[in-house]
Each structure stands twice: as C-alpha cells, then as structure tokens.
C-alpha cells in the first residue's frame, strides 16, 4: 500500500543527486580578478603576453592565486580587492592603451564541476555590486538625422528619375528643394510623394524667386522614428555589453525617452561607461581627387573636405557629404579578400542602401570611394579604392583590416550598429561590493532562521512525520537553488524574498497532508491506511491551491518589469519544486520509514 516500485526511488535519487551537483557552484564563492584583452586589435593575448604580466607581478611583488589564458583573455585571480585594485592599475600602465584591463570577478567552482556545465547563478547588481546609469535619449537629435537621411535619399530619387532641381538643403526639421520651372516641380511631388509617403510635401516660394518644395514628418512619423530610436539604442546596448561579456546585464526602457542600464559584477565605472558609449558605424564617401592635399596640417583645406590619412600613411581629402551611412547596414562577417587574401569584412546593405550604392558607383566609376569607420567620435579611413565597374546586389567587401582579429571586432561592432540617436547619462550609481556581500549575508539569515523556526515547529508538533517534513522542505531548496543554477537565473533581493516565500508556502502542503493523516488515524483507520489516504485526499487541494498561486506568479512574470519579474520567476519555480517535494519525495521517505512494516501499530505524528 506504501510503498514504491523501484524505478521511483531511482528518478527521487538521481533528482537529489543533480540537485546537490548544480547546486554546489554556489557555495564556492568568486574570486577578484583582472582581464585582459586587446583594444582594436593592437596587440596579440598570448602566453608571451602572459609571461609579461606574470613577471611584472612578481617584481612588484603583488600575490595572485592563478593566472590562465582563456578565449583571447588573459585573467588573473586575487585574493583581496585591493590587490586586484593594485594590479589593475600597474598592468594597465605597463601595457599602455593597446590593451584593455579590466575589473571582473570570477567563480571558484572547480574545473570538473564546469565541465558539466555547473555554473553559479549570476547575482544582480543589489547582492553582487556594480553599476547603475539611467541614459536620457536626444529624440529632437533622432528626428534630426532621419531628416538629414531623407534629404540624401530625395536627392538620389531625382537625380535617378532626372529631374531638375537647383538644390536640395535641409532647413530645422525640413527638406527643401529649390527648383527654377514648375513643370520640374510638379515631377518632383509626385515622385517625393509616391516614394516617401512618411513624408508631408508643401509648395512655398523663395526668397530669390525660386519655386520649393518643402517637406516635413508628419506626426505619426516622428512617433515612429523616436521609438525606433529608442529599441535601437536598447539593442546596440545589449549588443554591445554582451559581445564585451557582461553577464546578465539589465537593460530596459523607462518612460519615453530614458534607458535604465545595469550592470551587475562591474567594479570599474570607467569601464562602464566605455561599454555604453563605444558603437561603431560605417561612412562611405568620395574622394576629393580635384584639389591638392594640403602640404602640412596648417594649410588651408578645400571647402567641403576633410583631411585624414589612411593606414598606410598616405594623406587623403575626403569630402564631407555622406554618400552611405552603416544604418542601412543589414548584415556583417569577417571574411578573406580572394585576390591578396588579406583580412576583409563582408557587409550586406538593405533595398534602399543597396539602390544607393549601385547609383554612386554607377557614376563614379574610375573615381576613388573612402570607406571610414566612425567609433566614439574618432573618424578613421580603412581603405580608399578605386571603383572599377558598378556594384549592385547589396553586397559590399572592406578590405584593409590588419589581421582576422580587427575584422571579426568590426563585424560585431557593425552589427551591433549605431546609436540611433545620442544619450546622456543623467544618473549614475556605483554599488560596491561590501554593500552587495552585506545584502546576500541578511538575505541568507532571514533564510536560514526562517528554515530554522518552521523545521523546529514542524518537529515539535508533528514529532517523526514533521521531522520528514523538513527533509523534504530541504529537498525543495536544494532543487530550487539548482535549477537557478542550471538556467543560469539572476538572483536580486526580491528573489530571495520569494525564496523565503517559497519555503513558508511549501510547509503548506505538508502541514494538509499531516493533518489529514491525522484525521484518519481518529476516523479509526489503520495507520498504513492513514497514511495513503492522507497523500491521496491531500493532493486535490494541494494541487488547486498551488495552481492559484502559479497563475498569480505567471502574471507577475508577464505584466511585471525589473525585481518584480525575478520575484515572479523564483516563486514560480518555487512552486514547482515545493509539488515535487512535498508529494512525490515526503512520500518516498514517510514509505521508507514506515512502508515496509507489515504490523504498524503507531504513526509518530503528535
């Protein structure tokens, strides 16, 4: 009657014993550490490199626990923060600015137990530190560029339809085009409208006599263009964090027209707001090949150009007006040039990019096209080719990279494109670690004396049957742990809340079965019979009330943002663990305990 066929007592053992191993990362705790990584590609992370640093850490005398080279990074452990902080800083003298060294903390799991994929649960920014950054998005600067980008794209539909037009100007938050006969005019209406219907077109007349026409947004448009704006920025954000390998940061809109960026586990604010502010974009433009490049860096340059010099030191005059920009960037990959098989980024352009590009090089063939990457303000001329024959197909190949390293960075940075339109940070919050420590110390006490005063209750009043109750209560957060664990989950302040939720709602279930065993036993049952009616009474009631609960953590999850999502998500698997323990594994030891008794006279059960 109480008792389990065997393949039940395996699948309670192997859950127990998977729970204990994804569950035990978290007790080893994490070490300070520095990394190292190269910026843009100047330099090489190799043991060489190791070498160095290893070196120059013993000269200063400066104790490290290990130091190891993993996936292009150099780390090294510490066991203090200050030393950490000491190394950080000589390091980052010695290498100068062609590497990175940055702060990081790193799990002391050992290597077996991440072998099998037992990592600890990332903690958020309350319980492990970092940084904080609300970011206030310039939407009038949004509204801005896309006029600008819809002033050379009327251009290159007139010119493609020949018409003639006198000029093409952008005026505040308007396009206007200058045209001397009306018939052109009219043309010109009819093709802006057709081709741009976002767009309100006016006829005005100018100062000089000349016809216009004007167009504007519409206000449905600028809605449109600000929100885009502003997932745009969310996602190059994430790009960005995720390629430089911040884990599990927190990025989420709030309000119109403000970003909130965490990032938990980051002790350098420095760094931080290098993460936020480095994006990269494309421009593709003419070369000035009419004038003379100036002799030196005072003379005088061309109206309408700028000076640069490319990578292998050649001075070039590149003019100002941008025939393509990296938002019409679809797609990039680093890849190999055929002819010299020299490092190159193969990058894939939209419909309107692709129609642009296929009418610059179409009419601009024998002339020489800059392509220059743009990232944190600095200009930078990549390559500056000859164009042999039209390109079309949207498909475009950068040559000039130094080596694969700087052209898969370029791809990343590429893909993760461009702000959309700038940001500035208005709050900035720095949470250290010692904060982060004392948040998880009170969090794991009101745990652990909540445990406590529930396991002595429990045993008091239940005496054997409460004493079962609280292995299981124990199963429940050893397999609530472990499955955080395993989906890599982020644990807050209000994820331990719930945890201890969870474990007060958890004694629930055993609480109705205890009593309902007990009613048994006073209805003049057997206490073999108590027992299995007990479980199987229980278990409807146990079932709804848990099933109410569960909706209530769903919609949580679904309508909730920020903490409340992570308490919802802890309490939801709460509720499962807790079924899985208060029925299934409380039975399989009440069954060990009592089950194999033919002649039961007594169930301790107070």
């Known amino acids: 009657m109480n008792r389990y066929p065997l393949w039940k007592y395996i699948f309670i053992a192997v859950a127990l014993l998977l729970g204990g191993l994804y569950s035990l990362p978290n007790l080893f705790g994490e070490s300070p550490a520095i990394q190292i990584t190269t910026a843009k590609s100047a330099g090489n992370v190799d043991p060489a490199l190791m070498g160095e640093v290893e070196s120059l850490l013993k000269q200063e005398k400066l104790a490290y626990e290990t130091i190891a080279l993993e996936k292009n990074s150099i780390k090294v452990r510490f066991s203090d923060p200050d030393t950490q902080i000491k190394a950080k800083d000589l390091v980052a003298n010695k290498l100068g600015s062609g590497y990175v060294v940055a702060l990081n903390l790193l799990s002391r799991s050992p290597a077996w137990l991440q072998g099998i994929g037992a990592l600890p649960m990332y903690l958020g920014l309350d319980l492990r530190g970092g940084v904080h950054f609300l970011l206030q998005v310039d939407m009038k600067a949004a509204i801005d560029k896309a006029v600008e980008r819809y002033s050379g794209d009327i251009r ?9 037009y006198n000029g093409v100007s952008r005026e505040g938050q308007s396009v206007q085009v200058k045209f001397k006969d009306a018939a052109e005019l009219a043309k010109a209406e009819n093709e802006i409208g057709k081709n741009f219907p976002d767009l309100t077109v006016k006829e005005a007349e100018g100062s000089n006599g000349d016809k216009l026409l004007v167009a504007t947004l519409g206000l449905q448009a600028q809605k449109r263009i600000q929100d885009f704006a502003l997932k745009q920025n969310i996602t190059t954000l994430h790009n960005r964090v995720n390629e430089l390998g911040v884990a599990e940061p927190i990025i989420q809109q709030q309000g119109l027209d403000r970003i909130v960026v965490q990032l938990p586990g980051v002790q350098d604010t420095a760094k931080a707001k290098e993460i936020l502010g480095r994006t990269a974009t494309l421009e593709i433009r003419l070369v000035d090949e009419d004038h003379p490049i100036p002799a030196t860096k005072n003379d005088p340059v061309p109206f309408g150009d700028e000076l640069y010099i490319e990578r292998n030191g050649i001075p070039v005059l590149v003019k100002k007006q941008v025939v393509l920009t990296g938002e019409y960037i679809t797609d990039a990959s680093p890849g190999i040039e055929q002819q010299t098989g020299q490092s190159a980024v193969h990058v894939n352009l939209d419909g309107r990019g692709a129609r642009i590009f296929k009418q610059v090089t179409r009419e601009n063939v024998g002339k020489r096209m800059a392509i220059l990457l743009v990232e944190k303000g600095l200009t930078e001329v990549i390559t500056a080719p000859v164009i042999r024959e039209e390109i079309g197909g949207g498909r475009v190949q950068i040559t000039g990279m130094k080596n694969v390293q700087e052209a898969t960075d370029v791809s990343l940075l590429l893909r993760a494109g461009a702000l959309a339109a700038p940001m500035d940070i208005v709050e900035e919050r720095t949470v250290g670690p010692s904060m ?104 409807d009631t146990i079932l709804d009330s848990n099933v109410t609960t569960l909706i209530v953590g769903i919609m949580l999850f679904s309508f909730g943002s920020g903490p409340v999502r992570g308490f919802a998500i802890v309490h939801v698997l709460g509720i499962l663990t807790s079924m899985f323990s208060a029925v299934l594994v409380s039975r399989g030891i009440v069954n060990l305990v009592y089950g194999h008794r033919r002649k039961l006279t007594h169930v301790a059960i107070g």
């Open 156 to 164: 290159s539909v007139l010119r493609e339809k020949r018409i003639a």
């Open 436 to 539: 982060g420590e004392e948040n998880i110390k009170r969090g794991v006490h009101s745990t652990l004396w909540g445990f406590t005063a529930i396991a002595i209750m429990m045993i008091l009043y239940y005496l054997v049957m409460g004493g079962i109750s609280v292995l299981a209560l124990g199963v429940n957060l050893l397999l609530l742990v472990a499955v955080l664990s395993l989906l890599q989950a982020t644990l807050t302040l209000p994820g331990l809340a719930a945890i201890a939720l969870t474990l007060g709602m958890a004694i629930d279930a055993n609480v109705l079965i205890n009593e309902r065993i007990r009613e048994e036993l006073r209805n003049g049952n057997s206490p073999q019979a108590a027992i299995h009616a007990g479980y199987d009474r229980a278990f």
